[in-house]
């Protein structure tokens, strides 16, 4: 089936708007063929996950841009960098890496997006409207917009964000169109371990449907009330990581999910699932490979990036013994003022806290070259943890995460 | 042996042959692959540890990050990437990694979406080649 362009698209393509922008509509017009998409739509918005620096070809793919004159046509937010550049004292990794990755970073910044390098963008003032058209990438990201805030993205890998904020256009297909955003899975929990906090039990949902439901968008049904936008943001991440979930509907919580009947637009799912509690301590188990009371080296909060709300949750659980291993927590810039506005870095400080900003600690080298084994209350780091950092892992709720610190060993509350 | 030509459709063009990699999963290539050795190196994929390159890649579909891309084109670029990736649904960031080695460095690796009646036939064969053009993909496969 042919693609139909606009006059626009034919512009941007023609070169009327600058090489760059050319070169992108040339990527994306390829893109959109490969995925069967029948035309472009405006996008309101971007996110990038191109700064990450992951060898050479990144850095071709952005200083290529920068050579034909690019810049983004929409209001582009950047996710998390390989260097934290507040900090850039905390890098371990190779001189070569921390160049090319701050280099990479700096690239982005050249080509008009804005330097927020949060894998959280949603918990900022970029945070989109519900029912926006946007391109983001960041697979977290991804399932947030779509699910929590209602607005609309596919997955969007490296490159192809960019090339979508450098020409405000995305191909019109997959979850921007209303007919794929309803449920064709249901999901419901029927029963809950007791002693459970919701950010676990958001965690091993997350996990359990990104490994059962595959390509179709789940509707859970059976979560308690009062779960919050961390909790869903815990969900999410840990979902995009196990399986390919952009979209979820929590029914009775997200905006598409009044009820199941709506989030399924009068479909008959394809598939049915029952999730016990013993279903759920099981994924929360296997999310972990080091044993009850085996020695660790660091704690790491904030994948994806701790909020401040998050912050106001740990910093009770803070006071008591200094914690004998020390304790990483992602976030973002923005995070990172309104903490010393609020006079709380001092204590996060002497509870041997270290605050990484602009990226996080799993996909960056910040950790002390010995530590082997770290604990995680997040479900994606325990998920890339391993094969990123070549650590032991163990997932726990905050609660055990801060008292594993101070035992310097995993602790089971 | 017997030599058999199947139907695919193109989702990144060109051409290229190799023995097969099977995976029983998705993968995702960001976290699950070592540009630097084309290793597989999610420790929860059945195929942990198997590497990728100058193999004809069966891959049922994508998973997990959105960043998986670059290191497809990066793995790519170093000479580890899979010569040919064979899938079952259209994946965006799997199509998108191919597609800019391409454009920065015209290194081909073709993608392309087999019929999923096709497949066990498919993943029997000891090597496959795949030539995949703007008109459509014919897999050759020797039984």
């Known amino acids: 089936m042919a693609l139909d362009l606009s006059p626009l698209d034919r512009e941007l393509l023609g070169g009327a708007h600058g090489a760059g922008a050319a070169f992108a509509m040339r990527l994306l017009v390829r893109f959109a ?11 309101e918005a971007a996110h990038v996950d191109g700064c990450l620096y992951h060898g050479r070809a ?3 793919f952005a200083e290529r841009m920068i050579d034909l004159g690019g810049k983004v046509r929409v209001p582009t937010t950047l996710n998390v960098g390989s ?3 507040i900090h850039p004292e905390l890098f371990r990794g190779t001189k070569e890496h921390a160049e090319n990755g701050a280099r990479l970073m700096r690239a982005h910044i050249e080509l008009g997006c804005a330097p927020t390098f949060t894998c959280a963008p949603y918990q900022t003032l970029w945070r989109p409207r519900f029912g926006a058209q946007i391109a983001w990438g960041e697979s977290n990201a991804i399932a947030f917009a779509n699910s929590v805030i209602g607005a609309r993205t596919n997955r969007y890998g490296d490159f192809i964000d ?4 450098m020409t405000g256009r995305a191909p019109a297909y997959g979850l921007h169109l209303t007919e794929n955003r309803a449920a064709r899975a249901v999901v419901e929990i029927v029963s809950i371990p007791e002693d459970w906090d919701k950010e676990r039990l958001a965690v091993a949902v997350g996990h359990t449907i ?3 439901c595959g390509a179709l968008v789940p509707a859970i049904v059976g979560l308690p009330s009062g779960m919050s936008e961390d909790d869903l943001k815990a969900l999410g991440a840990a979902a995009a990581s196990s399986g390919a979930v952009a979209l979820f509907h929590a029914v009775g919580r997200t905006p598409e999910a009044p009820d199941l009947e709506t989030a399924c637009a009068g479909l008959t799912p394809e598939l049915r699932l029952e999730v016990t509690a013993e279903d759920l301590r099981e994924a929360a188990r296997s999310l972990s490979n080091l044993n009850d009371g085996a020695p660790l080296g660091a704690v790491s909060l904030g994948t994806p990036h701790f909020s401040i709300d998050q912050f106001s949750r740990l910093l009770p659980l803070l006071d008591g013994a200094r914690p004998v291993v020390e304790i990483f927590i992602n976030c973002s810039r923005v995070t990172l003022e309104e903490i010393r506005k609020r006079g709380w870095e001092d204590a996060l400080t002497a509870a041997r806290v270290t605050l990484v900003v602009d990226t996080c600690v799993y996909v960056s080298a910040l950790m002390q070259p010995g530590v082997s084994a770290v604990m995680t209350n997040s479900g994606k780091c325990a ?3 391993p094969g990123n950092l070549g650590v032991g892992i163990a997932y726990g709720s905050l609660a055990e995460c801060v008292a594993s610190a101070r035992a310097g060993k995993v602790v089971r509350l | 042996m017997n030599a058999r030509t199947f139907g695919a459709v193109t989702l990144v063009p060109g051409a290229a042959s190799g023995p097969i990699l099977r995976l029983d999963e998705p993968l995702s290539f960001w976290g699950g692959l070592d540009s630097t050795t084309g290793t597989i190196i999610d420790r929860l994929h059945p195929q942990w540890g198997a590497r990728v390159a100058g193999r004809v890649l069966m891959m049922p579909g994508g998973r997990g990050s959105s960043s998986g891309s670059a290191t497809l084109s990066e793995a790519l670029r170093l000479g580890n990437g899979p010569a040919a990736i064979l899938m079952l649904e ?5 199509v998108v990694g191919a597609m800019v080695a391409v454009e920065l460095y015209e290194l081909a690796c073709p993608v392309a979406l087999a019929d999923r009646r096709d497949w066990e ?3 029997a064969a000891a090597s496959l080649a795949l030539e995949a053009g703007p008109n459509g993909a014919a897999i050759s496969a020797d039984l």
Request: a negative charge; glycine letters at 2%; charged letters at 30%.
């Open chain 2, 90 to 94: 259209r994946d965006a960031i799997v």
């Open chain 1, 33 to 43: 063929d490969a995925v069967d998409a029948r035309s472009f739509l405006d996008i």
């Open chain 1, 162 to 165: 960019l090339c979508c904020a």
């Open chain 1, 58 to 60: 990144s850095l071709d």
């Open chain 1, 210 to 212: 990104g490994r059962r």
């Open chain 2, 121 to 123: 036939t498919l993943a």
């Open chain 1, 383 to 385: 998920y890339y943890a």
């Open chain 1, 83 to 85: 260097v934290d550049l």
